[in-house]
């Protein structure tokens, strides 16, 4: 069945820094990949999407590229907030429904 | 409404009572799905509605657990004769169409935080 991996966290950056969080999966067909983005305190919130290979998707300063040949959808972001601390969802879409990996804690500190 | 709005925000019930749990979808939102969040993870699916219809339920982890969404648009997750396993956060997510879902995100609730004593 579909799956996601992604990186483990927690990761703890200083402000300023670049952030990667890997994520790849296993599918089948072409899923729609995606990052969800969790504050403290908040909902789920979808971050950027990518529907097809070679798709970037990019929201906030991050960027995800959909690279079928290594089945993978790494987030980055060039230079991290201490608003970007939160909890990171790589997800993808098979059919009608979400497959979520298990979440990565990113914390950036002033 | 603005977004999906789910209640209780927090539920705490003892070993061996029943809860439900609705959720209020982003109005005129078609699809409407079901997560369980345990601590520490991601969503893991649970049962998916198409108006009123529930299309598949091959997440729902035993038949304690039963939704629905009789009129296709709030709908309810019932947890009956719950357990300890059952603590999670219990998310609702809606989306606009039945059509091509690669591009219509679902957007999520807040979630219900259900602790079992």
């Known amino acids: 069945g579909d799956s996601v991996t992604q990186m483990e966290g927690p990761v703890t950056l200083s402000e300023e820094a670049f952030l990667t969080i890997n994520c790849t999966y296993t599918a089948t067909g072409y899923p729609s990949l995606f990052w969800y983005v969790q504050y403290p305190g908040e909902g789920l919130q979808l971050l950027l999407k990518a529907t097809k290979a070679d798709d970037k998707g990019s929201n906030k300063g991050f960027e995800a590229t959909y690279r079928k040949e290594t089945t993978s959808f790494h987030l980055e972001k060039g230079s991290v907030q201490v608003s970007d601390s939160a909890v990171y969802f790589c997800?993808?879409?098979?059919?009608?429904?979400?497959?979520f990996g298990a979440g990565t804690t990113v914390t950036v500190r002033a | 409404g603005a977004g999906v709005s789910q209640s209780p925000r927090y539920k705490v019930a003892k070993r061996g009572q029943d809860v439900a749990l609705r959720c209020d979808p982003i109005s005129g939102h078609v699809s409407l799905f079901w997560y369980q969040q345990a601590l520490g993870q991601g969503p893991e699916f649970l049962t998916y509605?198409?108006?009123?219809?529930?299309?598949?339920k091959s997440g729902l982890p035993s038949d304690r657990f039963f939704a629905e969404r009789p009129e296709g648009s709030v709908s309810t997750l019932k947890i009956q004769r719950t357990q300890q396993e059952d603590s999670a956060v219990y998310l609702c997510?809606?989306?606009?169409?039945?059509?091509?879902?690669?591009?219509?995100?679902?957007?999520f609730g807040d979630g219900t935080r259900l602790s079992i004593l």
């Open positions: 509605f198409q108006n009123e219809a529930q299309l598949d």
């Open positions: 997800a993808l879409f098979g059919d009608y429904k979400l497959s």
């Open positions: 997510a809606s989306s606009l169409t039945t059509g091509d879902h690669r591009n219509q995100p679902q957007h």
